[in-house]
């Protein structure tokens, strides 16, 4: 009642799905690289340290201050639903402080990988944080 599997196919199986995950992974790492590097050059624009984009909390505290000018309103997402309409005006805002429209604005957010880049190293200048609640 056993069953038996054979060692070629599960040999060959398990080579594909580790070969799969490293290429995943590196696609992975060169997105999140690339994020880094824009976030990086977005604070240099605003005046900010650069490397504050590489610490964890700091670099939303420092995202909501640019946009902003108040940092501690990142605490909005921790809020279940609220998060949601946080980001999506935070994305929204943080085109407007680089003399951007909202269209791009909803772009960043669709396609982060692409805009966030072009925001950076555009030629789009920091103009201050936007006046607004949320």
Known sequence: MGYSYSSDVDSAAMAAAGG????????AIVFAVIVLVAMWKLFAKAGRPGWAAIVPIYNAYVLFDIVYGNGIKFLLCCVPILNAIVSIALYIRLAQVYGKGAGFGIAMLLFPYVCLPMLAFGQSEYQGPVDSFI
């Open 20 to 27: 799969m995950m490293v290429v995943y992974s590196i696609i």
